[in-house]
């Protein structure tokens, strides 16, 4: 019985990837990777245990949206707010993290690009991400952003602070700045500067909310909730949410 699901399922995912138009693949996918606690509760595990399946889905993942030449993807894996959680679960979820984005640096497949407040974390995982995006820099496959100790808020705010002191690097004054400051100059300075904003949203766990990711980024992006855990996500679900996005006419604010 098995056997004839797994078929069943492996039919059914071919007529999805068929039904696909390839001129409506997304270019960029944000994903928010939620449910890994959860189902670490449901599988009568420790917590580490749903993050390491959550870590075993992103290898995964990525290599789906290889198939559809998708160009880049941001993971937030960790929120700027999950760091004021008790130390007992910070530390086992950066303990993944941290060998995560080595063992996806190794792999030599895809650019590594860190996107967050790294001053807030330890110095070594620090280090690490730093030393995943400087081996993967002249990669030339898909880049692939890691949201660690990510919050929009602060990216904003992180933002316009490097704006700020840029322009008072050149001589600018507060006043003039003001008088001149647009969408655009905000844009450059912003964690994912150089790259398209995000097509397409996924959030796993059938949480339907944003949280802070990618706040000015995904003002025009197409948002995807799905009802299964990430450790849980299958290929099907992806197919699904890439022919939602593609079914959809986008307005970009219009």
Request: charged share 25%; hydrophobic share 40%.
């Amino acid at each position: 019985m098995a056997s004839l699901w797994s078929l069943a399922y492996d039919l059914y995912e071919r007529r999805l990837l068929r039904s696909l138009p390839v001129d409506k693949i997304p270019h960029h996918i944000g994903v928010m990777c939620d449910g890994n606690r959860r189902w670490a509760r449901g599988a009568g595990e420790q917590v580490e245990g749903g993050y390491l399946a959550g870590a075993d889905k992103i290898e995964e993942f990525l290599g789906w949206c290889g198939q559809l030449d998708v160009k880049v993807v941001t993971l937030w894996l960790l929120s700027s707010d999950n760091l004021a959680r008790p130390t007992s679960e910070v530390e086992p979820l950066m303990r993944v993290i941290d060998d995560l984005v080595e063992e996806l640096a190794s792999t030599g497949r895809w650019r590594i690009h860190p996107v967050g407040a790294l001053d807030l974390l330890p110095s070594a995982s620090a280090a690490r991400l730093k030393s995943a995006a400087d081996t993967t820099s002249d990669v030339e496959g898909m880049t692939v952003n890691v949201a660690v100790a990510y919050g929009g808020r602060r990216e904003l705010a992180d933002a316009v602070r490097s704006l700020m002191l840029d322009r008072a690097a050149e001589g600018m004054t507060l006043e003039e700045l003001a008088d001149v400051i647009d969408v655009e100059h905000i844009a450059e300075h912003l964690y994912t500067r150089g790259q398209p904003d995000p097509d397409l949203v996924i959030r796993t766990s059938g949480e339907q909310r944003l949280g802070g990711f990618l706040l000015w980024q995904s003002a025009y992006s197409e948002f995807y909730f799905c009802e299964a855990l990430w450790p849980d996500f299958r290929r099907t679900d992806f197919l699904r949410a890439i022919r939602s996005y593609a079914a959809r006419e986008r307005r970009f604010g219009q």
